[in-house]
Structures are given as structure tokens and as C-alpha cells.
């Protein structure tokens, strides 16, 4: 208690001795006995205006693309600039992302694997993801879960017409099979009518991570899910999927087709 009233007894002398000084000497004061509290009132300010800024600026996404396994995590930004210019997006109202930095590994489910394979889903489920870029093995896994669109529905004549020879399918028939009671009863019991050619070929993937075959001639009922990037400006630009073969494709519950389909112009030109 002594030493509390001696400080105060030595701020009030100080205080005296300032009487009649100029500002150099009341802010020297100042520095002196309150720098400590100045400092972290500074800091809580700075903490409450990003805090504040960050919740005024959460817009919500008016494009959402994830691009897996692109190996070119630092393109974002360039990517997000790029496609807004093209597109004509107005971003005052939304936001537009372009997810490069994503990764998924096939030969090895790490937790890494495991956390992108739920923010896909949880994007998908939400409404949220527009378009899926992928190399082919991570692509073919997403196409085969009925989580792409059939393009056909999502693209113009025209686009068709220029695209069509690059697409990839995927047989609604193996997906209705992968639907099936008959599947259900597959996962449980490990048994499967081997005269059931997508019985067969659900086996093959579950136990050797085979996919089907995409050749739509081989199809009781093709569905263009995809298309191959044989060339990209932009991705060349980026180095993104540099030496990769990848397929781009729009998301089954987009509520952006409009932009989904300029993306894949801005994509594949």
C-alpha cells in the first residue's frame, strides 16, 4: 500500500514540475509512466479493426472454384484477378475464389487427404463450389460420385460444339448400379454377381483403385461430366498442372452455371 502511495505521490509531483511546460515535456511524461498501457490500448484497437473489417468484408462467394492437385499454390491471386477481368464478375457485393492450393493423394489417405476431401464435400453440400479442376485420377474419383454436372445442361451449343471431342463420361448406368440395393448389399458382404459388368467394375475400383473406363462407346448411357485441358494459356502462365493431365468441371448443384461456363472458356483458351 506504502509503495502504491509513494508512486502516486511521485506522478503527482511530476505533475507540478509540468505545470507551465510545453508539449515536449508532457509527452516525455507521458512515454514514461503510461507507454505500457498506451502500447496495449494500441493493440486491442488494431485487433478490434481487423476483427471488425475482416466481419464487414465476409462476403459471400458469387464463384467458388477448387483446383486439386495444381502445384501451384501461390497462383491464386493471379488466377482470382485473371477470371474477374474475364468475366465481368462485379466483386462489391461478392466474392471470387479460386482454390490453387489444395491437394489430395491417392496412393496415401494422410490427414491432409482426408481434410480436403471434406472441405469438398462440405462446399458441395453447402451450395458453395462452382468447379472442380483435378488431374485425372483425383478427377475421375469426383466424377464417379455424381458430384459433376452433366455439361450438356450447363453449356451452350457452341461450347459444345468446340469441347465435345475433349469430354469425359462417365456411364449413368454405373452410377445407378453404385446406387443400388444390389451395391449395398456388395459393401456388406464383399459378393457380387460377376456376370454384372458394373458389379465387376465397382469391385476393381474398391480393390484396386481402378477407375472406369471413360470411353463413352463402351457406355450403356454417357453423361460429359468433363473436359481434358490439352492446352491452357493461363495454367502455362501459372505453371499449374505444368506435365499433369487435368479435366475441368462444373459442380452438380452450382448456382453459378453462367460464370461455371466462362470459367471453362477462361480455362481452356
Known sequence: MSDQMSVHGEIREQRKKLKGQGFKAH????????????????????????????????????????????????????????FIEYSGMDTTEVDCLIDSSASYNMQLIDEMT?????????????????????DSDVFSLYANQETLQDLRDVLS??????????????DKA???????????????????????KYAVMADRYNKDFIFPD????????????????????????TGAYHDTTAYVGVVINTTHPELSAKFIDFILE
Do not use: R
Not at 157 to 170: C, K
Not at 174 to 194: I, M, P, R, W
Not at 228 to 236: A, N, P
Open 27 to 82: 509527452w516525455e511524461y507521458f512515454w514514461e509512466y503510461y507507454k505500457i498501457h498506451f502500447l496495449v490500448a494500441v493493440g486491442v484497437i488494431i485487433l478490434l479493426t481487423v476483427l471488425v473489417k475482416d466481419v464487414v468484408n465476409n462476403k459471400p462467394y458469387g464463384f467458388y472454384a477448387m483446383m486439386l492437385n495444381s502445384n501451384a499454390s501461390l497462383a491464386q491471386d493471379t488466377l482470382e484477378k485473371d
Open 214 to 237: 471413360s470411353d463413352p462407346s463402351a457406355m450403356e448411357e454417357p453423361i460429359p461430366v468433363g473436359i481434358k485441358i490439352s492446352s491452357s494459356k493461363e495454367l502455362e502462365s
Open 174 to 196: 454405373y452410377l445407378d448400379y453404385l446406387n443400388s440395393d444390389e451395391y449395398q448389399s456388395y459393401v456388406s458382404t464383399g459378393e457380387f454377381d460377376e456376370s454384372n
Open 157 to 170: 451449343s457452341e461450347q459444345i460444339t468446340a469441347y465435345e471431342d475433349s469430354f469425359f463420361y462417365v
Open 114 to 134: 482426408i481434410a480436403t476431401s471434406q472441405k469438398v464435400m462440405a462446399n458441395i453440400a453447402a451450395a458453395e463450389l462452382d468447379v472442380i479442376v483435378a
